[in-house]
Protein backbone atom coordinates (compact mmCIF):
# COMPACT_ATOMS: atom_id res chain seq x y z
CA UNK A 1 0.00 0.00 0.00
CA UNK A 2 2.72 2.49 0.72
CA UNK A 3 4.77 1.68 -2.84
CA UNK A 4 1.57 2.47 -4.23
CA UNK A 5 0.75 5.42 -2.59
CA UNK A 6 4.48 6.63 -2.70
CA UNK A 7 4.33 5.68 -6.97
CA UNK A 8 1.13 7.23 -7.30
CA UNK A 9 2.54 10.68 -5.74
CA UNK A 10 5.48 10.55 -7.46
CA UNK A 11 4.04 10.16 -10.53
CA UNK A 12 1.57 13.51 -9.38
CA UNK A 13 4.54 15.36 -8.85
CA UNK A 14 5.70 14.68 -12.20
CA UNK A 15 2.98 15.96 -13.92
CA UNK A 16 2.65 18.86 -12.05
CA UNK A 17 6.21 19.82 -12.03
CA UNK A 18 6.72 21.61 -15.49
CA UNK A 19 8.75 20.96 -17.92
CA UNK A 20 12.38 22.29 -18.57
CA UNK A 21 12.30 24.64 -21.48
CA UNK A 22 15.53 25.51 -23.26
CA UNK A 23 14.94 29.31 -24.50
CA UNK A 24 11.27 31.21 -26.06
CA UNK A 25 11.26 34.01 -27.78
CA UNK A 26 12.12 37.31 -25.35
CA UNK A 27 14.61 35.06 -23.69
CA UNK A 28 18.23 37.05 -22.56
CA UNK A 29 21.39 34.78 -22.72
CA UNK A 30 24.38 35.38 -21.03
CA UNK A 31 27.45 33.37 -21.28
CA UNK A 32 31.02 33.57 -19.95
CA UNK A 33 34.29 31.80 -20.23
CA UNK A 34 37.78 31.03 -21.36
CA UNK A 35 38.01 32.20 -25.15
CA UNK A 36 40.71 31.11 -27.17
CA UNK A 37 42.19 32.84 -30.84
CA UNK A 38 44.79 30.46 -32.59
CA UNK A 39 45.11 31.65 -35.83
CA UNK A 40 46.04 30.15 -39.07
CA UNK A 41 47.61 32.98 -40.53
CA UNK A 42 49.68 32.68 -44.21
CA UNK A 43 50.84 35.76 -45.23
CA UNK A 44 52.43 37.31 -48.22
CA UNK A 45 56.07 37.96 -48.77
CA UNK A 46 57.40 41.12 -46.97
CA UNK A 47 58.47 43.47 -49.13
CA UNK A 48 60.11 47.14 -48.57
CA UNK A 49 59.58 50.38 -50.81
CA UNK A 50 63.51 50.01 -52.07
CA UNK A 51 63.78 46.41 -52.09
CA UNK A 52 60.32 44.96 -53.33
CA UNK A 53 59.38 41.50 -52.21
CA UNK A 54 62.05 40.30 -49.92
CA UNK A 55 60.33 36.99 -48.68
CA UNK A 56 59.86 35.49 -45.54
CA UNK A 57 56.12 35.52 -43.62
CA UNK A 58 55.06 36.98 -40.83
CA UNK A 59 53.89 34.91 -37.69
CA UNK A 60 51.20 35.36 -34.95
CA UNK A 61 50.81 33.23 -31.63
CA UNK A 62 47.72 32.31 -29.84
CA UNK A 63 46.01 33.88 -26.80
CA UNK A 64 43.35 32.95 -24.13
CA UNK A 65 40.88 35.47 -22.68
CA UNK A 66 37.62 35.95 -21.26
CA UNK A 67 34.88 35.61 -23.76
CA UNK A 68 31.81 37.03 -23.32
CA UNK A 69 28.59 36.19 -25.64
CA UNK A 70 24.81 37.83 -25.22
CA UNK A 71 22.20 36.50 -27.51
CA UNK A 72 18.32 37.73 -27.88
CA UNK A 73 15.97 34.92 -29.12
CA UNK A 74 13.57 36.12 -31.60
CA UNK A 75 11.86 33.12 -31.83
CA UNK A 76 11.70 29.68 -29.89
CA UNK A 77 15.12 28.64 -32.36
CA UNK A 78 16.28 32.20 -33.79
CA UNK A 79 18.26 34.46 -32.02
CA UNK A 80 20.93 37.52 -32.32
CA UNK A 81 24.05 36.92 -30.60
CA UNK A 82 27.24 39.44 -30.31
CA UNK A 83 30.73 37.88 -29.01
CA UNK A 84 32.71 39.94 -26.90
CA UNK A 85 35.31 39.61 -25.11
CA UNK A 86 38.80 41.00 -23.16
CA UNK A 87 41.36 42.30 -25.20
CA UNK A 88 43.47 39.91 -27.01
CA UNK A 89 47.38 40.15 -27.15
CA UNK A 90 49.75 38.58 -29.71
CA UNK A 91 53.25 38.41 -30.57
CA UNK A 92 54.29 38.89 -34.16
CA UNK A 93 57.22 37.20 -35.43
CA UNK A 94 59.06 37.37 -39.05
CA UNK A 95 60.71 33.94 -40.41
CA UNK A 96 62.30 33.44 -43.63
CA UNK A 97 64.75 36.31 -43.55
CA UNK A 98 67.64 35.11 -41.45
CA UNK A 99 69.05 37.72 -39.07
CA UNK A 100 65.62 39.42 -38.21
CA UNK A 101 63.73 35.96 -37.90
CA UNK A 102 62.11 36.09 -34.34
CA UNK A 103 59.83 38.46 -32.49
CA UNK A 104 59.19 41.37 -34.05
CA UNK A 105 56.61 42.92 -32.05
CA UNK A 106 53.38 42.50 -30.09
CA UNK A 107 49.91 43.99 -30.95
CA UNK A 108 46.19 43.47 -29.09
CA UNK A 109 43.07 43.22 -30.46
CA UNK A 110 39.22 43.14 -30.08
CA UNK A 111 36.94 41.52 -32.15
CA UNK A 112 33.45 41.87 -31.81
CA UNK A 113 31.51 39.71 -34.09
CA UNK A 114 27.58 39.76 -34.55
CA UNK A 115 25.63 36.10 -35.78
CA UNK A 116 22.30 34.56 -36.15
CA UNK A 117 21.82 31.20 -34.55
CA UNK A 118 19.70 28.93 -34.75
CA UNK A 119 18.57 25.64 -32.69
CA UNK A 120 17.42 22.83 -34.73
CA UNK A 121 15.86 20.77 -31.86
CA UNK A 122 12.33 21.11 -29.92
CA UNK A 123 12.77 22.90 -26.67
CA UNK A 124 11.94 21.04 -24.02
CA UNK A 125 15.10 18.90 -24.91
CA UNK A 126 18.48 20.03 -22.47
CA UNK A 127 20.78 19.37 -24.94
CA UNK A 128 20.78 22.06 -27.38
CA UNK A 129 22.90 21.66 -30.08
CA UNK A 130 23.05 25.39 -32.81
CA UNK A 131 25.21 26.77 -35.71
CA UNK A 132 25.73 30.57 -36.59
CA UNK A 133 26.66 32.44 -39.42
CA UNK A 134 27.78 36.47 -38.89
CA UNK A 135 29.79 39.40 -39.57
CA UNK A 136 33.48 40.15 -37.44
CA UNK A 137 34.94 43.75 -36.62
CA UNK A 138 38.61 43.51 -35.76
CA UNK A 139 40.11 46.68 -34.05
CA UNK A 140 44.09 46.27 -33.76
CA UNK A 141 45.59 48.64 -31.30
CA UNK A 142 48.50 48.82 -28.84
CA UNK A 143 50.91 47.98 -31.55
CA UNK A 144 54.72 47.56 -30.62
CA UNK A 145 58.32 46.78 -31.75
CA UNK A 146 60.13 44.21 -30.35
CA UNK A 147 63.59 46.02 -29.03
CA UNK A 148 64.93 44.10 -31.10
CA UNK A 149 63.67 45.35 -34.47
CA UNK A 150 63.96 48.95 -33.03
CA UNK A 151 67.74 47.88 -32.67
CA UNK A 152 67.43 46.77 -36.55
CA UNK A 153 66.51 50.35 -37.62
CA UNK A 154 62.66 49.63 -37.67
CA UNK A 155 60.45 52.22 -36.12
CA UNK A 156 56.53 52.16 -35.70
CA UNK A 157 54.41 49.56 -36.39
CA UNK A 158 50.94 49.46 -38.04
CA UNK A 159 47.60 46.77 -38.66
CA UNK A 160 44.57 47.83 -40.59
CA UNK A 161 41.23 46.83 -38.98
CA UNK A 162 39.49 44.29 -40.77
CA UNK A 163 36.15 43.13 -41.73
CA UNK A 164 35.17 39.47 -42.68
CA UNK A 165 32.24 36.84 -42.33
CA UNK A 166 32.14 34.28 -39.24
CA UNK A 167 30.44 30.82 -39.07
CA UNK A 168 30.17 28.95 -35.57
CA UNK A 169 28.81 25.54 -34.15
CA UNK A 170 28.57 25.26 -30.60
CA UNK A 171 26.08 23.85 -27.49
CA UNK A 172 24.00 24.68 -25.02
CA UNK A 173 23.38 21.77 -21.85
CA UNK A 174 20.73 23.36 -19.46
CA UNK A 175 22.00 22.32 -15.90
CA UNK A 176 18.81 23.95 -14.83
CA UNK A 177 16.14 25.71 -16.10
CA UNK A 178 18.28 28.86 -16.18
CA UNK A 179 21.64 27.51 -15.82
CA UNK A 180 23.97 26.17 -19.05
CA UNK A 181 27.11 24.78 -19.87
CA UNK A 182 28.15 26.27 -22.95
CA UNK A 183 30.92 25.72 -25.71
CA UNK A 184 31.33 26.45 -29.17
CA UNK A 185 33.99 26.68 -32.07
CA UNK A 186 33.92 29.76 -34.38
CA UNK A 187 36.00 30.21 -37.89
CA UNK A 188 36.51 34.03 -38.65
CA UNK A 189 37.86 35.66 -42.05
CA UNK A 190 40.53 38.35 -40.40
CA UNK A 191 42.60 40.22 -43.23
CA UNK A 192 45.20 42.89 -42.57
CA UNK A 193 48.26 44.46 -43.73
CA UNK A 194 50.65 44.99 -41.52
CA UNK A 195 53.32 47.94 -42.08
CA UNK A 196 56.82 49.36 -40.65
CA UNK A 197 59.19 52.23 -41.36
CA UNK A 198 63.06 51.35 -41.63
CA UNK A 199 65.76 53.53 -41.88
CA UNK A 200 67.51 52.48 -44.88
CA UNK A 201 64.48 50.38 -46.71
CA UNK A 202 61.72 52.90 -46.62
CA UNK A 203 58.00 51.24 -45.66
CA UNK A 204 58.17 47.45 -44.94
CA UNK A 205 54.58 45.91 -45.43
CA UNK A 206 53.03 42.34 -45.42
CA UNK A 207 49.31 40.98 -45.83
CA UNK A 208 48.28 38.47 -43.58
CA UNK A 209 45.60 36.38 -43.43
CA UNK A 210 44.93 35.84 -39.89
CA UNK A 211 41.88 33.55 -40.17
CA UNK A 212 41.44 32.02 -36.61
CA UNK A 213 39.79 29.03 -34.80
CA UNK A 214 38.33 30.80 -31.65
CA UNK A 215 37.25 28.27 -28.91
CA UNK A 216 35.47 28.84 -25.92
CA UNK A 217 33.74 26.88 -23.20
CA UNK A 218 32.17 28.46 -20.24
CA UNK A 219 28.61 28.73 -17.99
CA UNK A 220 25.62 30.80 -19.55
CA UNK A 221 22.50 32.25 -17.98
CA UNK A 222 18.88 32.31 -19.42
CA UNK A 223 16.91 35.70 -18.20
Known amino acids: MRKTLFTASALALALAAPFAQAFEAGDIIVRAGAITVDPHEDSSAISTAVTGPLGGKATLDSDTQLGLNFAYMLTDKVGIELLA ?116 LGKVKVDVDVDPFVYMVGLGYKF
Open 85 to 200: ATPFSHDVGVKGLGALDGKFGSIKHLPPTLSVIYYPLNKTSAFQPYVGAGVNYTWFFDDKLSSSAEANQFNGLDLKDSWGLAAQVGMDYMLTENVMLNAQVRYIDIDTEATSNHAT
